[in-house]
């Protein structure tokens, strides 16, 4: 028997805007997203007895969800459909024209984030986002810790340029001794 | 001396997934190389500007379709693992279950458990032991289909109580009476083989009964439902403005009045 608290189904509802907030970031539309989120849930609650009780809920959900997708992807190239989900006009605004005006003006940071490559963004989200350490990032995406840390340095690297973030914003900080 | 640092070593620290001694180098390192300390704050700026840039997503509200859904495979789920444990109290757990009965209005929906032996009396229903479960839709979910059921619901008086055809389960009638919008309902109580009790209110739509309120809770005393379940249905009883308990008359003639 299982205990009665941290179950799946106890934790599943007041999850979901976390829960929606990734699948928005990972595939670009409120529509997929919601749909995905619903897939998740169902999943999560057929397997809720391998949820191990004492490690974390949202990656264990991530991990669920971010399966899902992986599969709908797949399953979308080997059906020949280009309908063009990853086109991230959710969060990043739609704009044909995004390659050219890059050039010449910075992007909003969701713009730039949306524009990563998936992997990088996907690890950016775990970790930056919803705060998961490099090792359970690693286990969501089932990569090692190594490709977490390369794939995380080269998204914000990425992010900075396109954003123009440089770091003199928090080089203030960091000098007045507010180090981690 | 310029001791190199990669990227990653910088993130690390921005991170705090740096080990103890690098992280006093890279420290060290600092207070004499701006251009460091600039690296190191673009990991920190990214990490916050992405988190900024992402936090009004978790302040938009989840279309209620989508809650629904997600609350109604939970309850789904609540109930194929059955009743409760008989030492765990009977209304420790709540889930949503959408009143369907006339006259709604702004009432706020009731939170009951329902257990697996009621679906099971109402629909044939039996949702698979390892949590994978056929959609039941609402609808399917709270119509009044056993035949033994229905059958108990317009004949056995207030007070009596009788085992239902073709199942295990007994049925007890506990009140009949009017809702605020003057349909006919009826409290009751199954008893299941697992031996918990089912407190339930059904009340009738034209061409059947339907069931507006379940509460499981474990028997542990002949078969009656311990107060503390009863009180989720004065709750309910209450919030429907229910009339008080027909006479037996009364009663006679309102169920006599369904055939």
Redesign the interface.
């Known amino acids: 028997m299982s205990p009665r608290t941290g179950r799946v189904e106890d934790q599943l509802v007041a999850f979901l805007p976390n829960l929606r907030r990734f699948a928005i970031s990972l595939c670009g539309s409120r529509d997929v997203a919601d749909d995905l989120v619903q897939a998740a849930c169902e999943r999560a609650l057929a397997n809720a007895e391998r949820f191990e009780q004492g490690t974390r809920f949202d990656a264990w959900m991530f991990r669920i969800l971010r399966n899902l997708w992986i599969d709908t992807i797949r399953r979308q190239k080997t059906a020949g459909v280009h309908e063009d989900i990853s086109e991230r006009q959710d969060i990043a605004g739609a704009s044909g024209e995004r390659e050219v005006e890059a050039r010449l003006t910075l992007k909003s940071v969701s713009e730039a984030i949306a524009d990563l490559p998936d992997e990088q963004r996907e690890v950016l989200l775990l970790v930056c986002v919803e705060e998961l350490s490099y090792r359970e990032a690693a286990d969501v995406l089932a990569i090692p810790i190594g490709t977490v840390m390369s794939r995380l340095a080269r998204a914000r690297k990425n992010l900075a340029d396109a954003a123009g973030i440089t770091g003199e914003n928090m080089r203030s900080d960091i000098v007045h001794g507010a180090k981690r | 001396m310029t001791t190199e640092f990669s ?2 070593i910088l ?7 740096l080990d103890p001694d690098t992280a006093a180098q890279v ?1 060290r390192a ?1 207070e004499s190389d701006d251009e460091l ?18 936090a009004p ?4 509200p ?2 209620d ?3 629904a ?3 109604r ?2 309850a789904e ?2 109930a194929a693992e059955g009743p409760r ?1 008989p030492s ?1 109290p009977a209304d ?2 709540v889930v949503p279950f959408p009143r369907r009965a006339a006259n709604d209005g702004n009432r706020a929906r009731w939170i009951v458990p329902i257990a697996a032996s009621l679906l099971a009396a109402l629909g044939g229903y039996w949702l698979g032991a ?3 479960s056929a959609p039941v839709g609402n609808t399917d979910l709270v119509a009044v289909s056993d035949p033994g059921l229905v059958e108990a619901l317009r004949t056995v008086a207030a007070g009596d109580e009788r085992q239902l055809a073709g199942s295990n389960q007994r049925f007890r009638a506990i009140a009949t009476f009017r809702d605020n919008a003057q349909t006919l309902c009826r409290e009751f109580e199954l008893d299941s083989a697992q031996s918990s009790t089912v407190i339930s209110v059904a009340c009738f739509a034209d061409p059947g009964w339907r069931v507006t309120f379940a509460v499981v809770a474990p028997a542990d005393s002949g078969g009656y439902a311990p107060a503390s379940s009863t009180e989720a249905l004065d709750a309910y009883l209450q919030a429907i403005d229910a009339a008080p308990p027909m006479t037996v008359e009364e009663e006679t003639q309102a169920l006599s009045s369904l055939r």
């Open positions: 990227d990653e993130m690390r620290f921005a991170d705090g997934e420290e600092m300390v600039t690296r190191v704050a673009m990991f920190m700026e990214t990490r916050a500007a992405a988190k900024d840039a992402l997503l978790l302040e938009e989840v279309p379709h989508l809650t859904a997600v609350e495979m939970v789920k609540k444990e765990e420790a757990s390892d949590g994978a």
